[in-house]
């Protein structure tokens, strides 16, 4: 990495770790718009039958985002709410589900002409989480950074990360590494946090 780029990712980092102040602004007032520059999530979905999950939506509700729980069945969701939605307006949504929650999502967003452009793998053994991040270079050191020495509140620290991402082009994001996230098995107690735009 030249030192450009190194100077850009961590100036990117500073702004991401300056935003809880912002987190505060729109709680209070949740009609304000997020920063200019910054990606705008429309819905943040959650698996409302893990504990991790929760405490995510929970972030992020605090941070001023809209949340939508899903009990394993994302097809109500779906048609009740971001199918209208996309049929008017390509809005980002974000989440911490499961994969096959993902994968339905990521297979209809695709039909709106929306793909994902964030992943990051959860793994839970031994009491203990491991993460992996699946993304443009600028998403996966945002979130490395976040998930540095974490203990078992980084569901928190991922919700801040999602609800504060920069907007990315396309020519960045054909850059990343999002094709090799499918090659990486997933258990069934593992979980994915994902932002699709």
């Given at each position: 990495?030249?030192?450009?780029?190194?100077?850009?990712?961590?100036?990117?980092?500073?702004?991401?770790?300056?935003?809880?102040?912002?987190?505060?602004?729109?709680?209070?007032?949740?009609?304000?718009?997020?920063?200019?520059?910054?990606?705008?999530?429309?819905?943040?979905?959650?698996?409302?039958?893990?504990t991790h999950a929760l405490a995510?939506?929970?972030?992020?509700?605090?941070?001023?985002?809209?949340?939508?729980?899903?009990?394993?069945?994302?097809?109500?969701?779906?048609?009740?709410?971001?199918?209208?939605?996309?049929?008017?307006?390509?809005?980002?949504?974000?989440?911490?589900?499961?994969?096959?929650?993902?994968?339905?999502?990521?297979?209809?967003?695709?039909?709106a002409g929306l793909r994902p452009?964030?992943?990051?793998?959860?793994?839970?053994?031994?009491?203990?989480?491991?993460?992996?991040?699946?993304?443009?270079?600028?998403?996966?050191?945002?979130?490395?950074?976040?998930?540095?020495?974490?203990?078992?509140?980084?569901?928190r620290d991922i919700a801040r990360?999602?609800?504060?991402?920069?907007?990315?082009?396309?020519?960045?994001?054909?850059?990343?590494?999002?094709?090799?996230?499918?090659?990486?098995?997933?258990?069934?107690?593992?979980?994915?946090?994902?932002?699709?735009?």
């Amino acid at each position: 990495m030249s030192t450009t780029r190194r100077v850009f990712l961590q100036s990117v980092t500073l702004s991401v770790c300056a935003l809880p102040s912002w987190a505060s602004v729109l709680t209070a007032s949740p009609s304000v718009p997020p920063p200019p520059g910054l990606l705008r999530i429309e819905r943040v979905l959650f698996d409302a039958r893990r504990t991790h999950a929760l405490a995510f939506a929970e972030a992020a509700r605090q941070l001023g985002a809209r949340t939508l729980a899903i009990w394993g069945d994302v097809e109500d969701p779906w048609y009740r709410q971001l199918s209208r939605r996309w049929q008017s307006r390509r809005v980002p949504i974000a989440g911490m589900t499961d994969f096959r929650t993902l994968f339905l999502l990521q297979t209809m967003a695709a039909d709106a002409g929306l793909r994902p452009v964030l992943r990051i793998h959860h793994r839970m053994r031994d009491g203990s989480t491991a993460h992996e991040a699946f993304g443009a270079q600028m998403y996966r050191a945002l979130s490395d950074q976040c998930l540095a020495q974490r203990g078992e509140n980084w569901s928190r620290d991922i919700a801040r990360l999602v609800t504060s991402l920069p907007e990315c082009n396309a020519m960045t994001m054909r850059r990343g590494n999002l094709c090799e996230a499918n090659l990486r098995a997933l258990g069934s107690k593992s979980l994915v946090t994902w932002v699709i735009a």
